[in-house]
T-cell receptor
Framework: GAGVSQSPSNKVTEKGKDVELRCDPISGHTALYWYRQSLGQGLEFLIYFQGNSAPDKSGLPSDRFSAERTGGSVSTLTIQRTQQEDSAVYLCASSSQRATYNEQFFGPGTRLTVL | AQTVTQSQPEMSVQEAETVTLSCTYDTSENNYYLFWYKQPPSRQMILVIR??????QNATENRFSVNFQKAAKSFSLKISDSQLGDTAMYFC????????????FGTGTRLTIIP
């Protein structure tokens, strides 16, 4: 079946503009994660959605970052008033909830460049 | 909070040789999972191998094996008979036990297989 998809693949924006990044998880997966990969760094957790529960927003770096998940499926990560330090690859992952351990399947990411 | 450390930013090895990537972590948890992910230039994160902390036996997946030392909090990855397709970034990651949880990543090791 189809894997996790993300769009756009690449996004170039000007400082101060808002951007929206989209994630389509694997069908049936109830958990969805956003991570950020800055140059030379590992992946940094941003936010986690699980079914209808309140999301875990503990990794969001500032109030300029927000995310929503509509209908328990597609998720959008929004960055307002982008800054140059927001330049990174944003990765989305999803997992099912059918076992004690649930592998996270990653999308190809969106590379965001803020000029 | 958990931390994951990869002290080898870059490594290279001749094709068909064996290479070991190092990873150490810090946690107060007793039950957890450890992972090695591969990220080729396509940016797609691929799970290579995982280890449950309560299992004493080291995990093995074909040419990939781990040396898990729980007391030392060490989790190294050995790649045997290395192939050109193994060229990628490799990330060590930690997950607390009990189902869907965020991953904590190290900063990665860039591995190059030389023909």
């Amino acid at each position: 079946g189809a894997g996790v998809s993300q769009s756009p693949s690449n996004k170039v924006t000007e400082k101060g503009k808002d951007v929206e990044l989209r994630c389509d998880p694997i069908s049936g997966h109830t958990a969805l994660y956003w991570y950020r990969q800055s140059l030379g760094q590992g992946l940094e957790f941003l936010i986690y959605f699980q079914g209808n529960s309140a999301p875990d927003k503990s990794g969001l770096p500032s109030d300029r970052f927000s995310a929503e998940r509509t209908g328990g499926s597609v998720s959008t990560l929004t960055i307002q008033r982008t800054q140059q330090e927001d330049s990174a690859v944003y990765l989305c992952a999803s997992s099912s909830q059918r076992a004690t351990y649930n592998e996270q399947f990653f999308g190809p990411g969106t590379r965001l460049t803020v000029l | 909070a958990q931390t994951v450390t990869q002290s080898q930013p870059e490594m290279s090895v001749q094709e068909a040789e064996t290479v070991t990537l190092s990873c150490t972590y810090d946690t107060s948890e007793n039950n957890y999972y450890l992972f090695w992910y591969k990220q080729p230039p396509s940016r797609q994160m691929i799970l290579v191998i995982r280890q449950e902390a309560y299992k004493q036996q080291n995990a093995t997946e074909n040419r990939f094996s781990v040396n898990f030392q729980k007391a030392a909090k060490s989790f190294s990855l050995k790649i045997s008979d290395s192939q050109l397709g193994d060229t990628a970034m490799y990330f060590c990651a930690f997950m607390k036990d009990f189902g869907n949880e965020k991953l904590t990543f190290g900063t990665g090791t860039r591995l190059t297989i030389i023909p």
